[in-house]
């Protein structure tokens, strides 16, 4: 099991929850840019794995978590190359050393107007975004095509962790929006293509979450944005979320669901799917009102 963007933020609850659940997981691999932040989340998730597991009959077993932490920049695509290979490399319980569950949590956001923002940030959000996922699974899935085709019982899941900015494009945040619209594509795509072979691909699209995610995007000159939203700093809890997002997509089945997402942004994708007209006129004045904002504040 691969998690992205474990360093922290949704990455770190997903991390942790999977380690509480140690009858279900026994080999447990933490990526993020930071090796510090890894091996702390980590020993936590070590920690977690103290408790004992039970087989289907009660009988209690001790149930042993490996970790293993490997470096990675998901902006860098030869980080990535390098990833796959050290992943395919770890001595694990499978012959194949494959990945039963690939987690793309890793990404970044955007903070700029499309007039302000180089190409060369739009390529990286949709290096860090879209093309870092989708080179982890063509890494990964034809193993778990194998798996799931020859022994059906054992699942195999791929969990990518979208945005609700993924399902309606807000002002100000194309690069970001782009990204996570490509990954509801990509998704709903090769979700048809694996449903035969017993390998689900899941598409999560959260609000907002109490996480860095703001604080670490990037504007249009590529600088960071450096501030926490105060919609962000009012978002979810990410443990919380993390355990809701496992039970839908491992308990219920489901496939493509929102999660932690406000009654406007509910509202927003109701209107772009009944009223798209409603919601751009909606849009746009969203946009004036952040011109407003910013023409007052450089007063």
């Not at 890793?106 to 870092?132: C, H, P, W, Y």
């Not at 619209?181 to 390998?199: D, H, I, T």
């Not at 860095?212 to 939203?229: C, E, F, P, V």
């Amino acid at each position: 099991m691969l998690i992205t963007g474990a360093t922290g933020g949704l990455g770190r609850s997903l991390a942790l929850q999977l380690a509480d659940r140690s009858c279900q997981v026994t080999t447990l691999v933490l990526s993020g840019r930071n090796s510090a932040s890894l091996r702390t989340v980590a020993e936590e998730c070590r920690t977690k794995n103290q408790n004992e597991g039970s087989l289907s009959d009660g009988t209690a077993i001790a149930s042993i978590l490996v970790v293993h932490t490997l470096v990675c920049d998901l902006a860098d695509p030869q980080s990535v190359s390098q990833l796959c290979n050290d992943v395919l490399s770890l001595k694990t319980d499978r012959p194949d050393n494959g990945v039963d569950v690939l987690i793309n949590c890793g990404g970044v956001s955007s903070r700029s107007r499309f007039v302000d923002t180089s190409l060369e940030v739009d390529r990286k959000i949709m290096q860090i975004n879209f093309f870092a996922g989708a080179a982890l699974a063509k890494a990964f899935v034809p193993g778990m095509i194998t798996r799931g085709t020859t022994q059906p019982q054992q699942q195999q899941h791929i969990i990518w962790i979208s945005s609700v900015q993924g399902l309606v494009g807000i002002p100000n945040r194309s690069s970001y929006a782009a990204s996570k619209f490509a990954v509801q594509g990509y998704c709903e795509s090769v979700r048809a293509e694996l449903a035969s072979s017993n390998v689900h691909v899941h598409t999560v699209s959260p609000g907002y979450i109490r996480t860095n995610l703001s604080n670490s995007a990037i504007t249009g000159d590529g600088t960071s944005y450096g501030k926490t939203d105060a919609t962000t700093q009012a978002g979810a809890d990410p443990d919380e979320l993390a355990v809701e997002i496992l039970n839908r997509c491992f308990a219920n089945g489901e496939v493509d669901f929102v999660v932690a997402a406000t009654p406007s942004a509910k509202a927003a994708i109701w209107l772009r799917l009944l009223c798209p007209g409603v919601l751009r006129k909606i849009l746009v004045k969203r946009y004036e009102k952040s011109l407003a904002v910013e023409k007052e504040k450089g007063e």
